[in-house]
């Protein structure tokens, strides 16, 4: 088996049609698809088994994503892993293109790429675009301190390198995924494609968007990362790590109208490093413009 595609799913009755459709779309078909339930109490598990016979499903008590995707590894075959969560969706190109990339550049052990919206019309890449300089751009470890450069549903990955890392570290719900990337990227090229390859759902109030849930694991990630030994140990400064992921967590609390909440975390932010915050792909100044967002919602 050439992939297996990894779905860890928890109450996503909802959402899979959409999810496994975007499979069966794929240009390139030679994959598996093993589904790990994550202790689902919207009958998941029951519904995917009944309407989607080719799909492998596996169910466990509930443990988090990090548990039920390294149970899917686990369970499956395939040489790449390619990771898909269960509100979201590929483009079709999705595992062609990456995998005539992983032709291309037989020394990368996984590639990632970018993400758009569930509803954004994306043409399919051109054979020139695919093959022009800077389509594939490579990642170093110090990327990752500013923030997580990769979406987790763009994965596809070696399964040999998966293992040798020993896969998602259990302790952390939420960032998992982001700690994960950091120690794949220490120990292999990763290639992120500059062009979309996955669809992605963008909620208030998801795991991700939770400033109360996903502060203190993300805070403990870099603290791993950071320790003697961790990935990022002399890749930058931890403070401005730690600055960065409270002014992400101030936005969070912001687009939930918690203005008392989102200043108090701006300020740790900026006791964590008073220094301007140069992130890629965000604004300059987008730490004062959120200071003033937040003051502006108090009074």
Same mark, same amino acid.
């Given at each position: ?24 779309? $794929? ?68 595992? $062609?293109? $990456? ?12 590639? !990632? ?15 020139? $675009? ?34 040798? !890392? ?20 220490? =120990? ?22 939770? =400033? ?22 002399? =890749? ?29 975390? *701006? ?5 964590? !490093? ?10 300059? =100044?987008?730490?004062?413009? *959120? *200071? *003033? ?7």
């Amino acid at each position: 088996m050439k992939v297996s595609v990894i779905i860890p799913a928890y109450n996503a009755k909802a959402t899979i049609d959409e999810t496994l459709a975007s499979l069966t779309s $794929q240009t390139f078909q030679e994959f598996e698809i093993v589904l790990v339930d994550d202790g689902s109490v919207d009958g998941t598990a029951d519904y995917v088994r009944e309407r989607y016979p080719q799909v492998r499903v596996f169910s466990q008590a509930n443990a988090g994503p990090a548990a039920a995707r390294n149970y899917g590894v686990r369970e499956s075959q395939g040489e790449w892993l390619a990771f898909l969560d269960a509100d979201d969706a590929w483009l079709p190109w999705r595992l $062609q293109l $990456q995998l005539d990339l992983a032709a291309k550049f037989p020394d990368v052990g996984m590639f !990632c790429g970018q993400t758009t919206d569930l509803v954004a019309s994306v043409p399919a890449p051109s054979a020139e $675009q695919s093959l022009a300089d800077g389509f594939v751009q490579f990642l170093s470890v110090a990327d990752f301190v500013s923030s997580n450069p990769v979406a987790t549903t763009t994965v596809l990955l070696k399964r040999t390198l998966f293992l040798t !890392c020993e896969g998602f570290d259990t302790q952390f719900i939420g960032p998992e995924d982001y700690e994960l990337w950091m120690r794949i990227t220490a =120990h292999s090229a990763v290639g992120k494609l500059q062009y979309p390859v996955s669809r992605y759902r963008d909620e208030v109030g998801s795991l991700s968007r939770n =400033h109360e849930t996903f502060l203190p694991e993300v805070l403990r990630v870099v603290e791993k990362a950071y320790a003697p030994g961790g990935v990022l140990r002399g =890749h930058g400064s931890k403070g401005r790590a730690l600055a960065v992921q409270y002014m992400g967590a101030s936005w969070m609390a912001s687009e939930s109208q918690m203005n008392g909440a989102a200043l108090k975390l *701006l300020l740790r932010s900026y006791w964590a !490093c008073p220094l301007p915050l140069q992130i890629p792909g965000k604004r300059r =100044h987008l730490r004062t413009i *959120l *200071l *003033l967002a937040a003051l502006k919602g108090l009074f």
